[in-house]
Structure formats: structure tokens, C-alpha cells
């Protein structure tokens, strides 16, 4: 069974994304890079840290306030085992050379971010 192997990401929306990615360098030391934080694992992979403007749509409805990047071992199969559970799926999927992301939204409408990285 295809399963969640870590955290990939987490991201959230706040009035002015600049300011507060000033504030959390400042007392926490988290620094970004190319517009986000990734934070190294100590053996492979990474979980990548992002601030989004409120009116952002990234996350679906405007409404909902985050999103959870989860990594997956195997997307192909995770979906499929949602859709044979009659699970919708089809938000959106993207293949990029940072790997494979599908885009699915839980029971309460919270929107998350699947992700399988490059091999």
C-alpha cells in the first residue's frame, strides 16, 4: 500500500509575507532562499517552509488559511487507491524536475499537497 513517508512542506497565509519572513529570520534564524525555506533532512530529501499572501487561491478556496505537503513513496498508487474508493482526485497533478505533485482536498475541504520526488 502506498503510504506518507515525511513531511514536505507547510505552508500558510498571512497579511505581508515579507514582513513576517522578516520576523521569523530574525528570532527563529529561519532564513529563505529563491523565495522559501528548505530545511535539510539529515539523510535525503527536504521540508520546504512558505509564506502565501491571504488573497492567495494557491491552497484552493481563498478561505482555508494552510496546506501540508506530505511526501509519498508512490503516487501513482496513492491515487488510485483514493479513486477506487471513490475519492475525487482530479484537482490538479504536475509532473516538474522537482518531481510529481497531485493536489487533493480532505474531508473538510483542506487542501493537500502530494508530492513524490525525483528518483
Known amino acids: 500500500m502506498p503510504k506518507v513517508t515525511g513531511i514536505g512542506g ?10 513576517l519572513y522578516a520576523w521569523y529570520e530574525k528570532y527563529l ?3 529563505r532562499k529563491d523565495g522559501y525555506v528548505a530545511f535539510q533532512h539529515a539523510g535525503e530529501g527536504m521540508t520546504t517552509w512558505c ?3 491571504k488573497q492567495s487561491d494557491y491552497f484552493g478556496s481563498p478561505a482555508l488559511p494552510f496546506m501540508i ?4 513513496d508512490d503516487l501513482d498508487g ?3 487507491v483514493f479513486e477506487g474508493e ?3 482526485v482530479g484537482l ?9 505533485f497531485a493536489w487533493i482536498s480532505d474531508p473538510e ?10 528518483k
Open 51 to 53: 509564506l502565501f499572501k
Open 29 to 31: 534564524g529561519i532564513t
Open 10 to 19: 507547510v505552508f500558510f497565509k498571512c497579511e505581508d509575507p515579507q514582513k
Open 109 to 118: 475541504g483542506n487542501r493537500i499537497e502530494l508530492w513524490e520526488p525525483p
Open 69 to 72: 505537503n506530505y511526501c509519498v
Open 92 to 100: 490538479k497533478r504536475e509532473d516538474s524536475e522537482f518531481g510529481r
Open 86 to 88: 471513490g475519492l475525487d
Open 78 to 80: 496513492m491515487l488510485a
